[in-house]
């Protein structure tokens, strides 16, 4: 079964870089498979961040897209996402997640457990 | 940019069949699939490309995609079930979801 542990701090000063990562166990990320970071503002639906490849081919939200990276290190089996210049509006869990296909375009089928993101000074 | 509209909330008996819709245009030409997400949980696949059911899914949950409505039908429906559901698709190198559609079973 594929496991994916979040890691990363809770809480971000507004003007700041959220970074957040995804280990992932069970799987050998470089074999291939889309990987990709999703989040859930207090009390409302999910909104795509962006995913990326294996290869690191990478497709973004365009309403975050100036302040979005997503990188992959295949050495360490993990994925990882820095959005800058946060604010208030950036409060949410976010997740990390397995596209279950060879191309960008598929369903997530394995999360990550989710980890709250405060925005706050 | 790419819409997909749910209903807020979809109510049925137990035992009965639910029904939520998931509308965008010419969704029917893309793949939808659907999650399923409890209070405090990750959501969890429940039906990918268009009418697949991930291994531990029951039977009891299918899908169908025409036109511009993909629908997930919850057959048997169970208190279990009663969660938010969302839809999601590719667009134009964009994945969008579905707003939720909160399913009470009462």
Do not use: M
Not at chain 1, 28 to 43: A, E, F, L
């Amino acid at each position: 079964q594929v496991q994916l542990q979040q890691s990363g701090p809770g809480l971000v000063k507004p003007s700041e870089t959220l970074s957040l990562t995804c280990s992932v166990s069970n799987y050998s990320i470089s074999r291939g498979y889309y990987w990709g970071w999703i989040r859930q503002p207090p009390s409302k639906g999910l909104e795509w961040i962006g995913s990326i490849s294996h290869t690191g081919t990478t497709y973004n939200n365009p309403s975050l897209k100036s302040r979005v990276t997503i990188s992959i290190e295949t050495s360490k089996n993990l994925f990882s996402l820095k959005l800058t210049s946060v604010t208030a509006a950036d409060t949410a869990v976010y997740y990390c997640a397995r596209g279950r296909g060879w191309t960008a375009d598929d369903a997530f089928d394995f999360w990550g457990q989710g980890t709250v993101i405060t925005v706050s000074s | 940019s790419y819409e997909l509209t749910q209903p807020r909330s979809v109510s049925v008996s137990p035992g009965q069949t639910a029904s939520i819709t998931c509308s965008g245009d010419q969704l029917g030409n893309k793949y939808a699939c659907w999650y399923q997400q409890k209070p405090g949980q990750s959501p969890v696949l429940v039906i990918y490309q268009d009418n697949k059911r991930p291994s531990g899914i029951p039977e009891r949950f299918s899908g169908s995609n025409s036109g511009n409505t993909a629908t997930l039908t919850i057959s048997g429906t169970q208190a279990i079930d009663e969660a938010d559901y969302y839809c999601q698709a590719w667009d134009s190198g964009t994945e969008v979801f579905g707003g939720g559609t909160r399913l009470t079973v009462l």
